[in-house]
């Protein structure tokens, strides 16, 4: 148990919807990524939040948004779905922002949409 | 631009047979090369993080080695619980501490 949560585990919708997943990073973890996971495509990195502001950004589409709270977790919003989003999106947490950093990842949630 | 290559895509080897994957990597600067472990459907889990060239790690059955262009991950006489896909990071000086992954290599351990 790598210490990092994600919630729900699975997530079925249709397309055209909207959906928002949640991260619990590790205790005393200050940053946040989001990652796309796909059959074809491997690990993708989509953004990265550190204590509440954003970090970096990677390949994320214009209708995916993300946010980090105070309390440090951070939620990731996915709006007009697509049967291409279908996907696992992991989250993972590190300490800070430095070099060398070990990222630990959640469980994941998997999304279908249908 | 930073890159990493990871083979064979698959690996299929008998109980106690050992053997060994690769990442090769061109990056700008390596800051760390990372190793995870991921089970299907799972999150991957960190295995090792090596920095320079001629680096070494090990954990139980697995070796990590690093060179200036490469790194391998050696399994010695592996057991069926060691299949999953290995996926290989590196974090380079001009990626603003991102790390760019690997497809992965898919072991299969059979017994």
Same mark, same amino acid.
């Given at each position: 148990?790598?210490?990092?949560?994600?919630?729900?585990? #699975? &997530?079925i919708? !249709?397309?055209?919807?909207?959906?928002?997943?949640?991260?619990?990073?590790?205790?005393?973890?200050?940053?946040?990524?989001?990652? %796309?996971?796909?059959?074809? %495509?491997?690990?993708?990195f989509?953004?990265?939040?550190?204590?509440?502001?954003?970090? !970096?950004?990677?390949?994320?589409?214009?209708?995916?948004?993300?946010? %980090?709270?105070?309390?440090? #977790?951070?939620?990731?919003?996915?709006?007009?779905?697509?049967?291409?989003?279908? !996907?696992?999106?992991?989250?993972?947490?590190?300490?800070?922002?430095?070099?060398?950093?070990?990222?630990?990842?959640?469980?994941?949630?998997?999304? &279908?949409?249908? | 631009?930073?890159?990493?290559?990871?083979?064979?895509?698959?690996?299929?080897?008998?109980?106690?047979? =050992?053997? =060994?994957?690769n990442c090769?990597y061109?990056?700008?600067?390596?800051?760390? *090369?990372?190793?995870y472990?991921? +089970?299907?459907g799972?999150?991957?889990? /960190?295995? /090792?993080? *090596?920095?320079?060239?001629?680096?070494?790690?090990e $954990?139980?059955?697995? $070796?990590?080695?690093?060179? $200036?262009?490469?790194? /391998?991950?050696?399994?010695?006489?592996?057991?069926?619980e060691?299949?999953?896909?290995?996926?290989?990071?590196?974090?380079?000086? +001009?990626?603003?501490?991102?790390?760019?992954w690997?497809?992965?290599?898919?072991?299969?351990?059979?017994?």
């Amino acid at each position: 148990d790598s210490g990092v949560t994600q919630t729900p585990k #699975h &997530l079925i919708t !249709a397309t055209g919807q909207r959906v928002t997943l949640r991260c619990s990073p590790r205790s005393g973890d200050l940053s946040v990524y989001w990652y %796309q996971q796909s059959l074809d %495509q491997g690990l993708q990195f989509l953004i990265q939040y550190y204590n509440g502001e954003e970090r !970096a950004k990677g390949n994320i589409l214009e209708r995916f948004s993300a946010q %980090q709270f105070p309390d440090l #977790h951070s939620e990731l919003n996915l709006s007009s779905l697509e049967l291409g989003d279908s !996907a696992l999106y992991f989250c993972a947490s590190s300490v800070g922002t430095r070099a060398r950093e070990t990222q630990y990842f959640g469980p994941g949630t998997r999304l &279908l949409v249908l | 631009e930073d890159q990493v290559t990871q083979s064979p895509e698959a690996l299929r080897l008998q109980e106690g047979e =050992s053997s =060994s994957l690769n990442c090769s990597y061109t990056v700008s600067g390596l800051r760390g *090369l990372f190793w995870y472990r991921q +089970d299907p459907g799972k999150g991957p889990e /960190f295995l /090792f993080t *090596l920095y320079s060239a001629g680096e070494e790690k090990e $954990k139980e059955r697995l $070796k990590a080695t690093l060179t $200036k262009k490469e790194s /391998f991950l050696h399994i010695t006489a592996p057991k069926p619980e060691d299949s999953a896909t290995y996926l290989c990071a590196v974090q380079g000086r +001009d990626s603003n501490y991102q790390l760019i992954w690997g497809a992965g290599t898919k072991l299969i351990i059979k017994p």
